[in-house]
Every structure is written in C-alpha cells, then in structure tokens.
C-alpha cells in the first residue's frame, strides 16, 4: 500500500445521501479478484445511460469537478460489505473521501485500503458543498498527520477523528499484514520470553 500524502487538491462534488455499495461499484463487475481495474466501473451507473452513452449531466463527466477527494452526502458507502467500492474508489484516483456520516464497513475497508475517510460536521459539510457550487476550483488541504482538512477558498477548517492505529498504517503505507511483518522482532522475543518448560 502506498504512503498517504498530504493532499493539496479539488474536489469533486456528490451531495447525494444513502449512496450505496452497489451504486459505487455494480455486483455484475466484482468477479476480478485484483484491486485493479475497478476505477473505469467507478459509479458506471450513472456515468452511463442505459444505451452506454455517457451521461452529460452526472458530475464525473463534467470536466470543471476533478481531484482526489470526493466530497459526498450522508450516509456514504451503506449497503453491502464489498472491499471492491474502496479499491474501485482508489484506482479512479481518490484518496479520500469527506461525508457528514460513513457506513461502518465501508469506513474500516476504506482505511484499509489507503483511502480516508473524513467524518465533518453538517453544517461544515453543506459550507464546502455551497464553496464548491461558488468556485468549481475551490481547493483543500488535508493534512493527515494533524488531522486537519482546510477549505482554502472560504478560509475555513475542521479536525477530523481516526483510529490511531490505522492513522499509523496509512502514514507509513501498511496493510494489517505489512503492519505484523514489522512488528516480527517484537513477536519473536515476547515468544523467546515466554516460553513454557
């Protein structure tokens, strides 16, 4: 998994609630069993009418709304448990994702993936959203060592929460595997100090 990096970029806008798994990733596209790939499926949905036609008026295609952080309506991510709608997230470009409220799956498979989830208030939720809807090019600053995300355009800032052992894995790029791998000299002499007989 690579590092999180501080992010310094636009967003893209979703205001929409309850957006679910399967409108994040469709069921008919989680047959690969790799994380790649699945960023050209991102939201296909509603990227596309039913005749594939790229649809003019959902916000992907407009080309003013572009970054790596998406900026959604409450209750992101609801609905089934699949891993596959942070990996199709991720490969679309990205690297977090900022909601009034997260499903709880989604929000463990996220960190777990090396994308962020960021919880903000309501009210801080709809000022961004209206600073977006002013200025396409409005920009953020995400700062995951201080647990702060900026809205440069209206001057306006919130700390955000995160379990301390995953802000460790994304800092450092470790999935929980990666992480117990470099605890291995750790394990080995408590094991060496606490052998029976």
């Not at 891993?83 to 991720?90: G, K, Q, R």
């Not at 000022?127 to 396409?136: C, N, S, V």
Request: charged share 25%; with cysteine; aromatic share 12%.
């Amino acid at each position: 998994m690579e590092k999180f990096k501080n992010i310094n970029s636009t967003a893209v806008p979703m205001p929409m609630e309850n957006i679910d798994t399967d409108q994040i990733i469709p069921a008919r596209f989680l047959k690969a069993t790799t994380r790649e790939g699945f960023g050209e499926n991102l939201f296909i949905d509603w990227r596309e009418q039913s005749d594939g036609a790229k649809n003019e008026d959902f916000v992907l295609n407009n080309n003013l709304y572009q970054g790596q952080i998406l900026i959604a309506g409450r209750n992101f991510g609801c609905g089934s448990s699949r891993e596959h709608a942070a990996w199709a997230l991720y490969d679309y470009g990205f690297r977090a994702v900022v909601s009034s409220f997260f499903a709880d799956i989604f929000k463990g498979n996220a960190l777990n993936n090396g994308l962020l989830p960021i919880t903000v208030s309501p009210e801080f939720l709809n000022q961004i959203f209206k600073a977006i809807e002013t200025d396409p090019k409005a920009s953020f600053a995400i700062d995951l060592e201080k647990q702060t995300l900026i809205c440069k355009a209206i001057d306006l800032q919130t700390n955000f929460e995160i379990n301390p052992y995953k802000k460790h894995c994304l800092l450092n790029g470790l999935d929980d595997t990666d992480f117990l791998v470099s605890q291995k000299s750790k394990i080995e002499a408590f094991e060496a100090a606490h052998v029976i007989g």
